[in-house]
Each structure stands twice: as structure tokens, then as C-alpha cells.
């Protein structure tokens, strides 16, 4: 049944944190620095908490989250549960009710909890969950050529197929610059 998937939740910033450090988190990225803090900047106290001694594990977590999609994008559920559950294992959620504005918010962590240790536990319970939910084949891996950027597809029908709509377009004008080479025409 075809449904519109929202990534709205603070659970589900996790799918796109883990998205964001897989794609642009690479050991051999620059600047690792400005990455980190340009994908925690969603949640201020995370940005406020963010030193660069923890640049090593953030590196660490996108590997790791790199092999467990790359499980999900080859269907070996088997293989990514597994490295999810040693991940839960190690560090645990640990939900937590603070106010904030005069108003009660549930938090996946104390504000005081270890930055790194709180996203390894953060995004392996979000993928975890689109495990648990049958939401497995929304992973995708872009088709444009060159690219491989991943993406999780919140579409209607489920078909996305580029990561952004320049690898789109530049795809449909490859197929089509080709179509008219092999058609004789220039
Ligand atoms: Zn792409």
C-alpha cells in the first residue's frame, strides 16, 4: 500500500543523522570538523556539547552505519541486525524527561550524556526501527552515475531513484544525449 513516509520525530532525525554521516562523514573527507557540526546543528545542545577530541567517533559511528545500510541496500537483514544490536548493546538509550521553556520533553538521553556514545545509541535505534517497521526497501543508493550518495525515500509510491534532482536531470540528459548519438543525429 503506497503511503507518504515523515521523517518528523526526534527518532527519526536519527535516519537522517545516520544518512548525513554516512554520505558526508567519509574517513577521507576534509574538514571533518565543520561536517560534524553542520549535521548536529539540528539539536543546539548537541552542537554546544560537540568538541573535536569526538571527531574520531563520529568518524567511527559512519563507518560503522555505512556497512550497516550497505547490509540493508543487499537485504541481509541478518548481517545488519546484528551490528545494530552490538551497537544498542554498547550503548544503550537512556530516555530522559527535562523541561525546557517551561514545557516537559522526552529526551533519548540525559543533555549531560556523552555526545558520541548518545548518537551510536541515537542512530542505530532509528535504523533499527525502520528494520522493525518493514521500511527496509526504503533505503536507496542514487543510480546517477558517479554518485553514491544514500538516501532514505520518503516518497508516496517509493520509487526514488536519484539523490537530488540534479543527479536527476543530469541522468535524463546522459540517456538522452545517448539516445541521439545512437540515432545518428548529434
Ligand atoms: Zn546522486
Known amino acids: 500500500m503506497a503511503r507518504q513516509i515523515y521523517l518528523d520525530s526526534y527518532g527519526d532525525a536519527g ?32 552542537l554546544a556539547a560537540f568538541r573535536r577530541q569526538q571527531i574520531p567517533g563520529f568518524v567511527s559511528l559512519s563507518m560503522r552505519l555505512r556497512g550497516v545500510i550497505h547490509h540493508l541496500l543487499e537485504e541481509d537483514l541478518e548481517a545488519a541486525a546484528g551490528v545494530l544490536n552490538e551497537m544498542l548493546a554498547e550503548h544503550p538509550a537512556h530516555p530522559h524527561l527535562a523541561k525546557e521553556d517551561g514545557r516537559w520533553r522526552l529526551h533519548h538521553h540525559p543533555a549531560d550524556a556523552q555526545l558520541v556514545p548518545m548518537y551510536v545509541s541515537i542512530c542505530a535505534e532509528a535504523l533499527a526501527r525502520m528494520i522493525g517497521e518493514g521500511l527496509v526497501d526504503r533505503f ?23 539523490c537530488s534532482t ?21
Do not use: M, W, Y
Open 140 to 162: 536507496g543508493r542514487c543510480e546517477a552515475k558517479g554518485c553514491d550518495i544514500l538516501f532514505f525515500d520518503t516518497s508516496k509510491n517509493g520509487t526514488r531513484r536519484f
Open 15 to 46: 535516519v537522517i543523522v545516520s544518512l548525513r554521516l554516512v554520505n558526508e562523514l567519509a574517513p577521507s573527507a576534509e574538514r571533518h570538523r565543520d561536517i560534524v557540526a553542520s549535521i548536529l546543528a539540528f539539536d543546539p545542545s548537541s
Open 166 to 186: 540534479t543527479c536527476q536531470s543530469r541522468t535524463k540528459t546522459a540517456v538522452f544525449r545517448q539516445r541521439q548519438r545512437a540515432s545518428g543525429r548529434s
